[in-house]
């Protein structure tokens, strides 16, 4: 009895722990599947979204669909159209739904230019309407970098043309850098002589302007002489010539009551002489340098009738 007694102690205790693994894995699985639910988005509330691109590279199934940096879905679909178009559809998380504005856009983007690819949702500038369910979205691509090889190879590709035909024309004998330089020295020589015959021709000058200035300064001194030898002269005629108009205005006064009229108007001419000897003084440029004579008289004893009839 005693050992059937222990058999069924035994084999209860294997049923009571097989029971407990059995409890366990059944656990165990649920919260796997339960995980992969969660995983997969099945357990949560999504809306739906869809795009239209160009080509599938780089999208696929799966792939996550961020909002500024963060995972609020994936995509769950991708297909090719009958117009050659890939229609691509996705599923963002309802809580995360309201940054999807009705002009939002899906960008493909690359981490850190040559990581992963990644669908962005870039919302629009209205934040007052939001998408709907089903909406679809407009799509772009980023620059990645084979955008940004090919962008800098066609910015390039012009830059080494213009460099070869840069050297080429350098490299021209007639039109190049020699054929420059060539000029340069030519013109250098040209400008060597042209200062050379300026010197000579500016001594030259100099000499003939020496010579012009020492014969001007001999025809000044003849000037010199002249006008002090006109000045000494000058005077004394001046004299003369007043002191004879003085005489004939007197013998004319005098002759008035004896001459006929006409020898009458002889005073009237020695005066008109004596404004034009007395305006010839004023204005003579030298004379300022000669005193003016004292009135002419006749001596005491002259007889004026006497010179009037020795005149006559």
Do not use: C
């Not at 669908?119 to 979205?137: F, H, M, N, S, Y």
């Not at 020898?263 to 340098?289: C, H, K, N």
Request: aromatic share 4%.
């Amino acid at each position: 009895m005693s050992l059937l007694t222990q058999y069924d102690a035994d084999a209860r205790a294997v049923r009571r722990m097989t029971r407990r693994f059995l409890l366990v894995a059944v656990l165990a699985t649920i919260a796997l599947v339960a995980a992969i639910f969660v995983r997969q988005g099945l357990l949560r509330q999504t809306v739906s979204y869809s795009f239209v691109a160009d080509s599938a590279q780089d999208i696929a199934k799966g792939q996550a669909v961020r909002i500024a940096g963060f995972r609020v879905g994936s995509v769950t679909e991708v297909s090719l159209r009958d117009d050659g178009a890939v229609a691509v559809g996705m599923e963002v998380d309802a809580d995360q739904a309201r940054f999807v504005t009705h002009d939002a856009r899906i960008e493909l983007r690359k981490e850190g230019l040559v990581g992963s690819p990644t669908l962005e949702i870039v919302p629009g500038p209205d934040k007052t309407r939001l998408a709907p369910a089903q909406a679809r979205l407009a799509f772009s691509r980023a620059d990645g970098l084979g955008a940004l090889a090919n962008q800098v190879r066609d910015e390039f590709v012009p830059i080494l043309k213009d460099i070869k035909a840069i050297t080429a024309a350098l490299a021209d004998q007639q039109k190049g850098l020699p054929g420059t330089l060539a000029q340069i020295r030519a013109s250098s020589e040209a400008l060597n002589v042209l200062l050379a015959n300026g010197n000579r021709q500016v001594e030259g000058i100099g000499g003939t302007a020496v010579r012009l200035l020492g014969q001007a300064e001999k025809n000044l001194k003849h000037l010199d002489q002249t006008l002090e030898a006109a000045n000494q002269r000058l005077p004394r005629m001046l004299d003369r010539t007043q002191q004879v108009l003085d005489h004939v205005e007197k013998i004319t006064a005098e002759a008035e009551v004896s001459v006929p009229p006409v020898l009458r108007d002889g005073s009237a001419v020695a005066a008109e002489v004596r404004e034009i000897v007395g305006g010839a003084r004023q204005t003579w440029p030298i004379s300022s340098m000669v005193d003016a004579p004292g009135p002419a008289t006749l001596k005491p004893d002259s007889d004026p009738r006497g010179e009037a009839g020795r005149a006559r």
